[in-house]
């Protein structure tokens, strides 16, 4: 069983939908990420947080620490938006980022 | 904005030759790392570095692989005896507390 799982793994939505791609992992963490993967391979990070809640222009991310969850949330989603989204956990006392299989979105007008 | 940049974009090697992949982190940044993406795979921890060392590795980091910080900019990664499942984007990333990951390098092993 993969310790980062997210769901699902490809997404299809029009132009202007509210998008909501899940992240669930089994291990202790400091922190997670979202990454985003452009077609041509490139990775950017969107978000690293630890607990709540955080916002950036349309995209927000939540987590729960209890439940082992977090979810990136795309408001008013636009064909640039169609990519690879990742989920990343950080476990306590060590660098390595474990990585979900990602999720594929692709945005249509 | 500063950015992690990477050269080459795309490397084509022969077996059995060594490849030097080269990245230049975000200038005030004290983590480095390493990470290979095999196509259609996740990405997966190679290697991260701090303080002029390596401060952890995964099984994938063996003898074959190496790393350095030759200068005050650049951070490298060879791989020497290139096999074909060496075939991989290879992304670099850096970090003070969030990592910054830059474009990757493509290596083909032909």
């Known amino acids: 069983k993969n310790e980062v799982e997210q769901s699902p793994q490809n997404l299809t939505a029009q132009e202007g939908e509210f998008i909501t791609i899940n992240c669930s992992y089994s291990v202790g963490i400091s922190a997670l990420h979202w990454l985003q993967q452009h077609p041509g391979g490139g990775i950017v990070s969107l978000f690293m947080l630890s607990s709540g809640k955080k916002k950036h222009g349309r995209l927000i991310a939540t987590i729960n620490i209890q439940e082992k969850h977090s979810s990136l949330h795309i408001t008013a989603s636009h064909p640039r938006d169609s990519a690879v989204y990742i989920c990343?956990?950080?476990?306590?006392?060590?660098?390595?980022?474990?990585f979900g299989t990602g999720t594929r979105l692709q945005v249509f007008p | 904005e500063p950015e992690v940049t990477q050269t080459p974009s795309h490397q084509v090697t022969q077996m059995g030759q060594e490849v030097i992949l080269r990245c230049v982190p975000i200038s005030n940044h004290l983590y480095f790392y390493w990470y290979r993406q095999i196509l259609g795979q996740k990405v997966e921890f190679l290697v991260s570095f701090y303080n002029n060392e390596i401060s952890e590795k995964s099984e994938i980091f063996d003898d074959q692989f190496s790393v350095e910080r030759p200068d005050g900019s650049n951070f490298t990664l060879k791989i020497r005896s290139t096999k074909l499942e060496d075939s991989a984007m290879y992304f670099c990333a850096s970090s003070v507390v969030e990592q910054y990951f830059g474009p990757g390098t493509r290596l083909t092993v032909t």
């Open positions: 990343a956990a950080l476990p306590p006392n060590t660098d390595k980022l474990i």
